[in-house]
């Protein structure tokens, strides 16, 4: 693990341990049990002829003082939602108060796309409190976990009927997430320790993903030519974060879409886009 994930990890563990010494995760446990309601079905939103888009939903930084103020992520999710992004995406980490679950949430209330809970995860008690929080999916980044533990947290994921989405930037970290029977594996093309982001980390890493598990493109991609650039590298969606202007957002998720997105054969190969000709 390198240095910046390690930093937000041990962040994390200190916020997972103040929130169970309120909420005892056996009490989340016989929440489950008394039981758990079918969820929004990412896999199904995200498969089809076009790349799927997911909008990431992310409260303004602090020195944007006045847009924080008036962020409302239901607000957020129905533009997003329609101007034709697939799922939604929400950020619910902060460095500063800690995660804000509740955003999860809000944002669900008062749209019917699927909900991705995309924080830093380091311990199955955050997934049981992604599904109090209603998300229909969580992100799980391979890089803070070991195996052992990635594993439980996807079985704890099926368990509440949460898609575990998860994420590598590396060879590594994929074929971790290939044995822990992925079905859906997003790859991050943001450096977490400068924040930029390369394209091309999607181009070398989706060749080798099976054709019957869902690519993400996480991050990057800003402009139409991003867009065909992984759908071609093999991603079936791309997440992206669009501009913090909410009509300048829906101009933005309108012009990323209708770019086709072959996939993948059963050996991980980009298929060009004649394949979908031939099938129709």
Do not use: C
Request: glycine share 6%; net charge negative; no cysteine.
């Amino acid at each position: 693990m390198d240095k910046a994930l390690a930093q937000v990890a041990e962040r994390k563990r200190r916020e997972v341990a103040a929130a169970q010494a309120e909420l005892p995760q056996h009490e989340l446990v016989q929440a489950m049990l008394a039981g758990v309601e079918p969820r929004r079905n990412l896999r199904a939103a995200l498969t089809g002829r076009e790349l799927r888009l997911i909008a990431e939903v992310r409260r303004p930084p602090p020195e944007a003082a006045e847009a924080r103020l008036i962020f409302d992520p239901r607000f957020v999710a129905q533009e997003f939602a329609g101007a034709g992004a697939a799922a939604i995406a929400v950020a619910t980490d902060d460095a500063d108060v800690g995660s804000e679950l509740f955003l999860l949430r809000r944002a669900r209330r008062y749209m019917a796309l699927p909900v991705i809970a995309w924080d830093y995860v380091v311990d199955e008690y955050q997934v049981y409190q992604a599904w109090r929080h209603d998300a229909d999916a969580v992100a799980l980044m391979v890089g803070l976990l070991d195996d052992d533990a990635l594993q439980q947290m996807v079985r704890a994921a099926g368990k509440l009927r949460l898609t575990p989405v998860l994420v590598v930037r590396d060879g590594f970290e994929l074929d971790s997430a290939l044995a822990a029977h992925a079905t859906v594996i997003a790859i991050e093309n943001r450096d977490p320790a400068t924040g930029a982001t390369d394209l091309g980390v999607t181009e070398r890493l989706a060749e080798y993903i099976p054709g019957d598990v869902l690519v993400i493109a996480a991050h990057g991609i800003a402009t139409r030519e991003d867009a065909q650039r992984v759908a071609a590298a093999g991603a079936d969606a791309a997440l992206f974060e669009p501009p913090a202007d909410y009509e300048l957002a829906r101009d933005a998720i309108r012009d990323l879409r209708g770019v086709l997105a072959p996939g993948r054969d059963a050996e991980g190969r980009p298929l060009p886009p004649e394949t979908l000709d031939e099938e129709s």
